[in-house]
């Protein structure tokens, strides 16, 4: 399979905790998805933040991870549904993701728990970001100042 790269850009004004910014990924799916420090920190009243996000890209990715290891088991199911929250907390003086904490349902007569038990562990290996909130992944970082 070949290297796969995906991108977002997020373009921010003011100060943190009256600025505002907007987020748009590479593909134009999201174009102008609006972002503020007090919404990621109270209630979002329409908003999304960063934990969110990755909550919601970690539910997508081990939606995707299950149906293969289903599949692969020979297991049929009509629908999965994975919620996953991501919690945000100071640890240190600093904020952190400290949790994403993924809740399963499979709709499935051809599956027991037992067996839904070893397809949650082997979906959970093979889902990237899973492995990217246990691990980490190494992160480069580089700027321009412009103007």
């Known amino acids: 399979?070949?290297?796969?790269?995906?991108?977002?850009?997020?373009?921010?004004?003011?100060?943190?905790?009256?600025?505002?910014?907007?987020?748009?990924?590479?593909?134009?799916?999201?174009?102008?998805?609006?972002?503020?420090?007090?919404?990621?920190?109270?209630?979002?009243?329409?908003?999304?933040?960063?934990e969110e996000l990755l909550a919601s890209t970690h539910a997508s990715c081990f939606a995707m991870s299950l149906a293969s290891a289903l599949a692969a088991a020979a297991a049929s199911f009509v629908e999965l549904v994975v919620t996953v929250d991501v919690t945000?907390?100071?640890?240190?003086?600093?904020?952190?993701?400290?949790s994403s904490d993924v809740q399963v349902a499979?709709?499935?007569?051809?599956?027991?728990q037992a067996a839904l038990d070893e397809l949650l562990e082997t979906a959970d290996k093979r889902c990237p970001m899973s492995q990217l909130i246990r691990h980490g992944a190494r992160v480069t970082i580089s700027g321009v100042v412009e103007g």
């Open 88 to 98: 945000l907390n100071r640890v240190d003086g600093t904020l952190a993701v400290t």
């Open 1 to 50: 399979m070949p290297q796969v790269v995906r991108s977002a850009t997020t373009s921010w004004t003011g100060t943190l905790a009256e600025g505002e910014g907007y987020l748009a990924t590479g593909s134009g799916a999201i174009t102008s998805l609006p972002l503020t420090f007090p919404r990621r920190m109270g209630e979002p009243e329409g908003f999304t933040s960063p």
């Open 106 to 112: 499979v709709d499935s007569e051809s599956i027991d």
